[in-house]
């Protein structure tokens, strides 16, 4: 069983930043890509931004020029450094990553609040 545990969440204001991190729970196992997901109250899910072990990334516009994703194949950890913060980037932030364990599927974590409020 293959868990992606993620921390860093929480209150911040506007213009403020956070770091957000996933960590999978085993390291015998191949990670294609990583990313993070977001879900606003009242919408669906998004892509927010995604890395492949080759380093390829893919942002959505609306976070472009302010997060930047960064992956450790070592520690199969990815990161999202959220900057300039604005109110309608308050989500549950959902990790998730491509992985091969025993076959080959997709991952998700639990689930992160990040609320940017003042």
């Known amino acids: 069983q293959v868990q992606l545990v993620e921390s860093g969440g929480g209150l911040v204001q506007p213009g403020g930043s956070l770091r957000l991190s996933c960590a999978a729970s085993?390291?015998?196992?191949?990670?294609?890509?990583m990313g993070w997901y977001r879900q606003p109250p009242g919408k669906e899910r998004e892509l927010v931004a995604a890395?492949?072990?080759?380093?390829?990334?893919n942002y959505a516009d609306s976070v472009k020029g302010r997060f930047i994703i960064s992956l450790d194949n070592a520690e199969n950890t990815v990161y999202l450094q959220m900057n300039s913060l604005k109110p309608e980037d308050t989500a549950v932030y959902y990790c998730t990553a491509a992985i091969r364990f025993r076959g080959f599927r997709d991952y998700w974590g639990q689930g992160t609040q990040v609320t940017v409020s003042s």
């Open positions: 890395i492949t072990s080759g380093g390829a990334t």
């Open positions: 085993r390291s015998d196992i191949i990670t294609y890509s």
